[in-house]
Antibody
Framework: QVQLKETGPDLVQLTQTLSITCTVSGFSLTTYNVHWVRQPPGKGLEWMGAMWNGGGTDYNSAFKSRLSISRDTSKSQVFLKMNSLQTDDTAKYFC??????????????WGPGTMVTVSS | DTVLTQSPALAVSPGERVTISCRASESVSTGMHWYQQKPGQQPKLLIYGASNLESGVPARFSGSGSGTDFTLTIDPVEADDTATYFCQQSWNEYTFGAGTKLELK
């Protein structure tokens, strides 16, 4: 049974660094890609970046050099780290598995998300 | 970036047919997918590749389109379908529409 679960702080201070862990089960990180998506309160979804099954990463240019994604395959965990947090980084952060069928790539399983508030 | 435009909200009566549209700023071929999100929950995949129904999703949901214009249809609508529906493309990186909030009368 495929599951993803995000764990992280509820509150982060302005300009500090956010660290969130996505722990997965039911599949291998060396077989599937895991992505990060965030959603500010009452707003839409924003793709942040990806950890590829081969160990590479890809980032949304909107986050420039603030964002870093890594993994520990032995623990089935993917990590998001983002620095220089601002109040508009307040959002629910999701990790999601990238599925594939018929040559299409889509997010087939999502974690419940973790809400992070950036406080001044 | 490929921008996806959705109408913000719709209201329909149970039993009716509803179509939710999504327009892309450039062609995404059939690399369009649809998700349902209820308040406080994560998105749930409904349709992938414009028209392929995800396993376990009721056949009341269907998708169509290619290029820049796509449609999600729910027929008939049930009370449990109250949610926000997002389109998402994976042809040019990954972007989401702003969502269409579906309310039942």
């Amino acid at each position: 049974q495929v599951q993803l679960k995000e764990t992280g702080p509820d509150l982060v201070q302005l300009t500090q660094t956010l660290s969130i862990t996505c722990t997965v089960s039911g599949f291998s990180l060396t077989t599937y890609n895991v992505h990060w998506v965030r959603q500010p309160p009452g707003k839409g979804l924003e793709w942040m970046g990806a950890m590829w099954n081969g160990g590479g990463t890809d980032y949304n240019s909107a986050f420039k050099s603030r964002l870093s994604i890594s993994r520990d395959t032995s623990k089935s965990q993917v990590f998001l780290k983002m620095n220089s947090l601002q109040t508009d980084d307040t959002a629910k952060y999701f990790c999601a598995r990238l599925g594939n069928n018929y040559g299409y790539w889509y997010f087939d399983f999502w974690g419940p998300g973790t809400m992070v508030t950036v406080s001044s | 970036d490929t921008v996806l435009t959705q109408s913000p909200a719709l209201a329909v009566s149970p039993g009716e047919r509803v179509t939710i549209s999504c327009r892309a700023s450039e062609s995404v071929s059939t690399g369009m997918h649809w998700y349902q999100q209820k308040p406080g929950q994560q998105p749930k995949l409904l349709i992938y590749g414009a028209s392929n129904l995800e396993s376990g999703v009721p056949a009341r949901f269907s998708g169509s389109g290619s290029g820049t214009d796509f449609t999600l249809t729910i027929d008939p609508v049930e009370a449990d379908d109250t949610a926000t529906y997002f389109c998402q493309q994976s042809w040019n990186e990954y972007t989401f529409g702003a969502g269409t909030k579906l309310e039942l009368k």
